[in-house]
């Protein structure tokens, strides 16, 4: 069995909880609760023809790194950088925090989360800004932690490209 340890990161109040929650549990829970620090859970699923347990963390909200946070980031295979699609300024953040984890960790695969598909209507981020990251090769996809949508697989996702990563890893080794 494979393990790889899955950062979620990004601004405070984006779901980065409720999708984890979603995606262990199958539950979704409208009260908000802050992440102090790190929340630690975990699932088995299948990718690429292997068995698979994603250790997942989930850091409190940041908006900048600091020393500690950077501590949490150690030994990550992979991270998914969450923004509230009805929230502009949490995609700048997360723009700018992927930034910071990427020079850190150069080799950590990630996929974009642009949560609160269920309220569209609502988003302040547009189509155009999703494709444009994805144009400059970066994995994007939409969910909601309420409804579901999305979310398996968004994780199924990055899973498939741990176990990539890693395969390519053994071959070059």
Known sequence: MLHFKVCLIGSFGVGKTSLVKRFVSSIYDDRYLTTVGVRVDRRELHARG???????????GEDNFTSLSMKHLRGMSGYMLVVDGTRQDSFLTALRLQGEVAAAHPDARFVLL???????EDWEISPEDLDRLEKQGWSAHATS??????VEAAF????DNLV???ASAVQTA
């Open 164 to 166: 990539e990563a890693a």
């Open 156 to 159: 199924q996702h990055l899973a």
């Open 114 to 120: 642009a949560n609160k598909s269920d309220l569209r």
């Open 145 to 150: 932690a309420k409804t579901g949508d999305g």
């Open 50 to 60: 292997h068995e698979v347990t994603l250790v997942l963390w989930d850091l409190a």
